[in-house]
């Protein structure tokens, strides 16, 4: 699965997905349909609030979007981040759908240099400056970085009819 989402893995790397329990008032909170939460969830709960409640202070600011004229600022709560540590992705599309929400955000933290993020051959610079692209359409991918980068990717994969139900 690693390949298939473009993932090139470095030494002292990682990514994790958390699941945001307060996704349409709580939908997720016990887990998805048949599948309890990432462990992480259980792990870091802390660290779950802070990264949604960061999702919506940067989603309040405005945030650049990839192909638009303005910066979006009516951004929807997302279901799912992906935590990544110095995780380097090579050219690919996102698997699924946006559940109601097309766009991905992404922002760059950490002490790092290079490491932009490419959207269909153009470079973003994401080092704490969040950008929303269509990963489900656009092919995108990490430049070379040094250093430790920290990448954090709000989404909401669709979601299948009997998951919801189950709940």
């Not at 610079?125 to 709000?154: N, Q």
Request: charged residues 20%; glycine residues 12%.
């Amino acid at each position: 699965n690693l390949e298939k989402e473009g993932r090139k893995e470095r030494n002292g790397n990682g990514s994790f997905t958390i699941v945001n329990p307060h996704f349409r008032e709580g939908l997720y909170q016990n887990g998805i349909g048949d599948h309890s939460l990432p462990l992480a969830n259980n792990l870091f709960p802390d660290l779950v609030d802070a990264i949604f409640a960061l999702e919506s202070a940067l989603s309040d600011k405005g945030v650049e979007v990839v192909g638009g004229n303005s910066p979006s600022t009516s951004r929807p709560s997302s279901s799912h981040c992906a935590v990544n540590c110095n995780a380097q992705f090579t050219p690919h599309v996102d698997s699924g759908r946006g559940a109601g929400q097309s766009l991905s955000m992404i922002v760059g933290l950490g002490n790092y240099s290079g490491g932009s993020l490419a959207v269909e051959g153009v470079e973003y610079d994401i080092r704490y400056r969040p950008l929303e692209f269509d990963g489900w359409r656009l092919r995108h991918w990490t430049s070379p970085f040094a250093g430790e980068r920290f990448s954090l990717v709000w989404f909401t994969p669709e979601v299948k009819n009997n998951q919801e139900t189950r709940l």
